[in-house]
């Protein structure tokens, strides 16, 4: 936003990153990118074809009508498969985890 002082923005933030907990650091870091896709994407059966695969080979995804993914993909250690339930990260908090679910990530 042009209206804010980055360097005094920065400047102001910088004695609290020590204070942060583990988990607030790993939040506040860059990551791998994850995609969630319903069944009903059109890419979706592609995807379900990166973890039927026995290499490590990318698959490269072309834009079709419907869909808005482009690029390549290889699956991540932490499959989440249509059919299996899904951790619920607010759990302690009385969210639910997800049970039947109909997307991969």
Not at 43 to 61: H, I, N, Q, R
Request: aromatic share 8%.
């Amino acid at each position: 936003m042009p209206f804010i002082d980055e360097e005094r923005l920065l400047n102001a933030v910088q004695p609290l990153y020590e204070k942060l907990t583990e988990e607030e650091v790993f939040r506040n870091s860059k990551g791998e990118e994850e995609l969630v896709v319903s069944i009903r994407n059109p890419v979706f059966e592609d995807l379900c074809k990166v973890y039927g695969k026995k290499s490590a080979e990318p698959l490269t995804l072309i834009r079709r009508s419907g869909s808005y993914f482009e690029g390549s993909v290889q699956p991540h250690q932490d499959i989440c498969l249509p059919g299996s339930s899904v951790p619920s990260p607010l759990f302690h908090l009385g969210q639910e985890h997800i049970e039947d679910n109909h997307t991969i990530s």
